[in-house]
């Protein structure tokens, strides 16, 4: 992600307004106008939802849905997309996991849907964290055959030097040598100091693509950046909030390329 500090259009994180106090207009005008009510104008009002196990508020792009199924099933809706009867959860798996096992998650639930006529797979934390992995997975493929992203050590650093690159992702297994090497040309390019280490190897990062041997990735529209940065932002944050991609954080744990094929 470029530093918007040095290139407007740069990436601003999805869960952060860019909005804020009007510039001051010349004291020749006959008459101001009030900032509170520009602001108040501009503001686009967000719907927030409220996590079932920590009534914590957030936006949906925030929380994660669950849905209930018309066999009384509980299922993940990462994209919130199913029909029917949703609820929110905001916290990692190991939270779920644990609320699932002492049976607080069910009660909750039972209580967000006002039916006992319930069922919460023992495995929902996994199917959780796989449909947002594979959210990522389907974000970058798509980024790829929109032409929003480019690869190859050569070409990769060419842009990053040139200031054309709003994100740098590395794959998990890419050599440190190779790392810095990009992440020097992105800071000489007006980038970020390190690019994003990519939860999974470059087998999976390939085939994501749809392209063969991917170590390095550079996205060079700045909204592709942006949702490609989300939906991984999206994926940590489930997985280990503990850990982040910024920096060379690496994953916890790595999937198969057979993953990619299940639902």
């Known amino acids: 992600m470029r530093n918007p500090q040095n290139e407007t259009g740069g990436v601003t994180p999805p869960s952060r307004s860019r909005e804020g106090p009007g510039e001051g207009l010349s004291g020749l005008a006959p008459e101001s106008p009030d900032p509170s009510r520009e602001r108040e104008g501009n503001e686009r009002h967000v719907p927030e939802r409220t996590c079932i196990l920590t009534r914590r508020k957030g936006t949906r792009d925030e929380l994660i849905r669950l849905a209930l199924g018309p066999d009384g099933v509980v299922a993940?809706?990462?994209?919130?997309?199913?029909?029917?009867?949703?609820?929110?959860?905001?916290?990692?798996?190991?939270?779920?996991?644990?609320?699932?096992?002492?049976?607080?998650?069910?009660?909750?639930?039972?209580?967000?849907?006002?039916?006992?006529?319930?069922?919460?797979?023992?495995?929902?934390?996994?199917?959780?964290?796989h449909a947002l992995r594979k959210t990522a997975l389907d974000r970058l493929g798509m980024e790829a055959r929109a032409g929003n992203l480019i690869n190859g050590a050569d070409k990769v650093e060419a842009a990053a030097r040139a200031?054309?690159?709003?994100?740098?992702?590395?794959?998990?297994?890419?050599?440190?040598?190779?790392?810095?090497?990009?992440?020097?040309?992105?800071?000489?390019?007006?980038g970020e100091p390190q690019g994003m280490i990519f939860p999974e190897g470059r087998t999976i990062l390939s085939m994501a693509l749809g392209r063969e041997n991917v170590v390095h990735v550079a996205l060079t529209d700045p909204a592709a950046a942006s949702r490609v940065q989300h939906a991984l932002a999206r994926w940590r944050a489930f997985t280990d909030p503990n850990e982040g991609l910024e920096g060379g954080a690496h994953a916890s744990r790595s999937g198969s390329a057979d993953d990619l094929t299940k639902e």
Request: glycine share 14%.
């Open 76 to 129: 993940p809706d990462v994209r919130a997309r199913a029909p029917g009867r949703g609820a929110w959860i905001g916290v990692g798996r190991g939270q779920l996991d644990e609320a699932n096992a002492k049976g607080k998650l069910k009660a909750a639930l039972q209580r967000a849907f006002k039916t006992n006529a319930i069922e919460v797979p023992s495995n929902l934390g996994e199917r959780t964290e």
């Open 163 to 190: 200031g054309k690159v709003h994100l740098l992702l590395h794959a998990l297994d890419a050599s440190e040598d190779g790392r810095k090497r990009m992440d020097q040309a992105w800071r000489v390019g007006g």
